[in-house]
């Protein structure tokens, strides 16, 4: 297996705060990775950065063979990169399925395919029920679901998601957990932050470490619960890592 992505000594900084520093790995096409770090890590930043929402102030990022740094979200959107935002930004005045309408037609050109495929990503997230409902009137559980299908109905080749499961009850971890298990059977290559550990230790095939901008560790999730950088970085959150 190739990489798909590369991550070369990236840093960005944010007047004094040094958000990501010099940070680097690769991820291959079919993982699912999982991306941990405390609060303030960096986490989200370097989900941006990736994902176009941001430029590096150094280094650079190959997607695919390509050099795509400095890429505009829309256009890593059309390579392939999607993410979820941590803080959902529907547009609340629309239905559901008009949300994820708005992502299909990156791809589709015409409102009946739109239409196809945000259905299909309705189902496949399990919001078919919701698909006419004002997307204002979701809960904080289908809002995280809506968030999944709008990155999702863009088609990615790569998807990062950053805390899905933030605010759902046990059994929506439980079904999140299993449908973004299957998405590399699917040809969907996953980089995954989530506060709730235990679900991505589940799944992840590997993780990598972040703390204050640094990556401190990499490896398997097993690995990672009993290396003492990763233990001493948690130090002080309410948060059990195996
Ligand atoms: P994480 O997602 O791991 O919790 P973030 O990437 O959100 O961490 O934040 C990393 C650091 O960068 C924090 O100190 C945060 O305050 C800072 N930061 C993130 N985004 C901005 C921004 N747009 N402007 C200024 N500082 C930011
Ligand atoms: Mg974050």
């Known amino acids: 297996m190739s990489a798909l992505l590369e991550v070369r000594n990236i840093s960005r900084s944010f007047r004094t705060t040094l958000a990501v520093n010099d940070v680097s790995f690769s991820v291959r096409e079919g993982e699912l ?13 370097l989900f941006n950065l990736i994902a176009g929402v941001l430029p590096p102030s150094a280094g650079e990022i190959v997607y695919d063979g390509r050099t795509v740094t400095g890429w505009k979200a829309h256009d ?4 392939g990169i999607a993410r979820t935002f941590q803080i959902p ?11 994820v309408m708005l992502s299909a037609f990156l791809r589709e050109k015409s409102i009946v395919g739109a239409r196809k495929v945000a259905a299909a990503t309705l189902d496949d997230v399990g919001l078919a029920d919701f698909a006419e409902s004002p997307a204002s009137s979701l809960t904080v559980g289908l809002l995280k679901r809506l968030e999944v299908a709008r990155a999702l109905a863009m088609r990615p ?19 999140m957990t299993s449908f973004v298990a299957q998405l590399p059977s699917r040809g969907i290559t996953v980089i995954w932050v989530e506060h709730v550990l235990y679900a991505i230790m589940k799944t992840a095939t590997r993780m990598i470490v972040i703390n204050r901008g640094k990556q401190i560790a990499e490896g398997t ?11 001493k970085a948690y130090l002080g959150e309410e948060i059990a890592i195996a």
Request: aromatic share 4%; no cysteine; hydrophobic share 45%.
């Open 157 to 175: 080749k790569l998807v990062l998601f950053d805390e899905i499961m933030a605010g759902l009850t046990p059994t929506e971890v439980g079904s």
């Open 76 to 79: 890593m959107a059309r390579v």
């Open 89 to 99: 930004k529907p547009y609340r005045q629309l239905s559901v399925i008009e949300n």
């Open 221 to 231: 999730p097993a690995m990672m619960a009993r290396d003492p950088a990763v233990v």
């Open 33 to 45: 990775v999982g991306l941990m770090g405390p609060n303030g890590a960096g986490k989200s930043t």
